[in-house]
C-alpha cells in the first residue's frame, strides 16, 4: 500500500511521516482493495479554534470506492489518530452494509457469518466542507478565501457511474456526509439520498 503525506499550509517532517506509515500500516487488513492513502494537514488560522487548529484529512482510493474522513486536535498526532479512528469505522460498517444486502438476498443469519449484529451503528457526522461530490482524488479542495457572503465558490462536474439506493447510502457513509448526490440506475433520474432523524434514511428524485 501507498501512503502519501503532504501539508497544505505547513512543512511536514521526516519523522512525521514515518508516525503516519506506522500507524496506518494495520489499515490494510480492513479493506486490501484501498491501494493509495492520501494525508493531508491543514493548520486552521481560527483563534475561536485554537484548541482544534490543527487538521488531517484521510482519503482512501483503489479498486473501490472513495473512503474519507478527517478530524482536528490540538496536535497532528492527536488530528491523526481520531481521523484513523473515524476511517475504520466507515470501514466497518461499509462491511456491515454489504452484509445486511448479502443477507437480504440470502436468508443466513448475520451473526452465522460474522459474529455481530450486522446493525449499522450511529453515523459519525463529519464536519467536512462541502457536498458529497467533492471527494474524489480528482478534485481539489483548495480553500478559497470570501470577503461577501452568498457567492459560487466553486463549481465540480463530476462523472457519476448509475447506481442503487443501496450504493448510495454506502457511498454516502464512507465519505462521512449527511447527503449523497447520484444517478440512480432503476429510474436513471439525478437522486439524493440523505440522513433523517433516528438514523433513517431519505431519498429524493427529480420527476
Known amino acids: 500500500m501507498n501512503i502519501a503525506v503532504n501539508g497544505r499550509n505547513v512543512e511536514v517532517p521526516e519523522h512525521y511521516r514515518v508516525h503516519v506509515a506506522e500507524k496506518m500500516a494495520h489499515l490494510e487488513r480492513y479493506d486490501d482493495k484501498i491501494i493509495h492513502y492520501e494525508v493531508e494537514l491543514f493548520h486552521e488560522n481560527n483563534r475561536r479554534q485554537s484548541k482544534l487548529c490543527?487538521?488531517?484529512?484521510?482519503t482512501g482510493t483503489g479498486n473501490g470506492p472513495v473512503i474519507r474522513a478527517e478530524a482536528r486536535g490540538p496536535d497532528f498526532y492527536a488530528a491523526l489518530a481520531a481521523?484513523?479512528?473515524k476511517f475504520k469505522t466507515r470501514l466497518r460498517r461499509s462491511h456491515d452494509r454489504r452484509q445486511m444486502h448479502h443477507d437480504r438476498r440470502h436468508p443466513t443469519p448475520v451473526t452465522e457469518t460474522t459474529g455481530t449484529t450486522g446493525t449499522?451503528?450511529?453515523p459519525t457526522i463529519s464536519t467536512a466542507p462541502g457536498t458529497a461530490?467533492?471527494?474524489g482524488p480528482e478534485h481539489q479542495r483548495e480553500p478559497r478565501e470570501v470577503k461577501d457572503p452568498g457567492h459560487i465558490v466553486r463549481e465540480i462536474q463530476h462523472a457519476a457511474e448509475p447506481m442503487t439506493v443501496d450504493q448510495a447510502l454506502s457511498q454516502m457513509e464512507l465519505v462521512g456526509h449527511d447527503f449523497y448526490l447520484f444517478l440512480d440506475a432503476g429510474g436513471g433520474q439525478p437522486s439524493v439520498v440523505y440522513r433523517r432523524?433516528?438514523?433513517d434514511y431519505g431519498v429524493?428524485?427529480?420527476a
Open 54 to 58: 490543527q487538521r488531517v484529512e484521510i
Open 83 to 85: 481521523a484513523i479512528t
Open 120 to 122: 449499522l451503528q450511529p
Open 133 to 135: 461530490t467533492d471527494d
Open 197 to 199: 432523524k433516528g438514523y
Open 204 to 206: 429524493i428524485r427529480l
